[in-house]
């Protein structure tokens, strides 16, 4: 199983990126995707995930601003982030899991599968 994180880059505070997961060796159609994203001396922390049923989950910060969405025919999930902020500047990563629990979305040990990680930058 691969995933594979893309579409980061350097975008000015205001702007917006699309971040694109794709998986080989496994269909998201029958998993749970996830981003997580970690900022130079943090912890990994949770952004946005999509069930299997396509209900989308947000973290606090990112609500309003970041939409996941998945498109099964393309085995990719999108992370649309607008109005960029400083504070969003992290490693992007993806993660997919099919038995994950609601209540441990957020938690990265929880996760099966990660990608490589995308670098998102956003200059003030």
């Known amino acids: 199983v691969q995933l594979q994180a893309s579409g980061g880059g350097l975008v000015q505070a205001g702007g917006s990126l699309r971040l694109s997961c794709t998986a080989s060796g496994l269909t998201f159609a029958s998993y749970n995707v996830g981003w997580f994203r970690q900022a130079a001396g943090e912890e990994r922390k949770f952004v946005a995930a999509?069930?299997?049923?396509?209900?989308?989950y947000y973290a606090d910060s990112v609500k309003g601003r970041f939409t996941i969405s998945k498109d099964n025919a393309r085995n990719t999930v999108y992370l649309q982030m607008n109005s960029l902020k400083p504070d969003d500047t992290a490693v992007y990563y993806c993660a997919a899991d099919r038995g994950l629990i609601l209540s441990s979305v957020r938690v990265p040990d929880h996760w099966d599968y990660w990608g490589q990680g995308t670098q998102v930058t956003v200059s003030s």
């Open positions: 999509i069930w299997r049923t396509r209900d989308p």
